[in-house]
Structure formats: structure tokens, C-alpha cells
Nanobody, 127 residues
Framework: QVQLVESGGGLVQAGGSLRLSCAASGRTFSSYVRGWFRQAPGKEREFVAAISSSGGITYYADSVKGRFTISRDNAKNTVFLQMNSVKPEDTAVYYC????????????????????WGQGTQVTVSS
């Protein structure tokens, strides 16, 4: 059974840092694109960051560029999101996702290109 499990969410003050993890099980995801998305109350799910199978290419939403860093450890089937200088507008449920499709980098931001999703972890940034 394929499963993605996020962890590391919580309450953090503006300007602080948080590190999210997403552990995958049920199959090897080393050849998959891995992504992070988020959804705030009343808003649509939005792209945050994605990383290529080897980890050599990363792609970020403009809103988090320079503050967030995505990385992966294929030996552990895990992807990470290091969140620095967080802002109240970063408050959302954060979801990790995985795709085995042959995507152009621009398509990495499309939620419907990811067949596999975690249940999400809440991140709340206080001002």
C-alpha cells in the first residue's frame, strides 16, 4: 500500500523556521518527482516547491523562493521542506505529493499531475 506521511508541522512565530518531512512507503519513490503544496482555509490548493528524482533540479513558487528549500533523501524515501523566515500568510495545511509521470518542469506546479498524496500537516504562523 502506497503511503505518504507528513510530519513536522506546528505553531511557529513569524520570522522563525520549521522543517517538514514526508516519508513514503509501499514502493520506491527514487524515480518520482516529489512536491509540496499547501491549502489555506477558503483557498485552493497551491504549489509550493518540487524536486527532480535525483534532487538536482528544484522549482519554487515565487511566494516562497529564497525562504523555503526542498530536498530529498532517496535512501530513506523521504522529502523535506525547510521553511525559514516564515510569514503569517504561510499558514496552511501542507501536503506532500509524488508523481511518476514524465513532466516538464512547468508542469510540476499542477496538482492534478500528482497521483500520490499525503494527508497533510498543519503549519500555523503567528504574527
Amino acid at each position: 500500500q502506497v503511503q505518504l506521511v507528513e510530519s513536522g508541522g506546528g505553531l511557529v512565530q513569524a520570522g522563525g523556521s520549521l522543517r517538514l518531512s514526508c516519508a513514503a512507503s509501499g514502493r520506491t519513490f527514487s524515480s518520482y518527482v516529489r512536491g509540496w503544496f499547501r491549502q489555506a482555509p477558503g483557498k485552493e490548493r497551491e504549489f509550493v516547491a518540487a524536486i527532480s528524482s535525483s534532487g538536482g533540479i528544484t522549482y519554487y513558487a515565487d511566494s516562497v523562493k529564497g525562504r523555503f528549500t526542498i530536498s530529498r533523501d532517496n535512501a530513506k524515501n523521504t522529502v523535506f521542506l525547510q521553511m525559514n523566515s516564515v510569514k503569517p500568510e504561510d499558514t496552511a495545511v501542507y501536503y506532500c505529493a509524488a508523481s511518476d509521470r514524465n513532466l516538464r518542469i512547468g508542469a510540476w506546479a499542477a496538482p492534478n499531475e500528482y497521483p500520490y498524496w499525503g494527508q497533510g500537516t498543519q503549519v500555523t504562523v503567528s504574527s
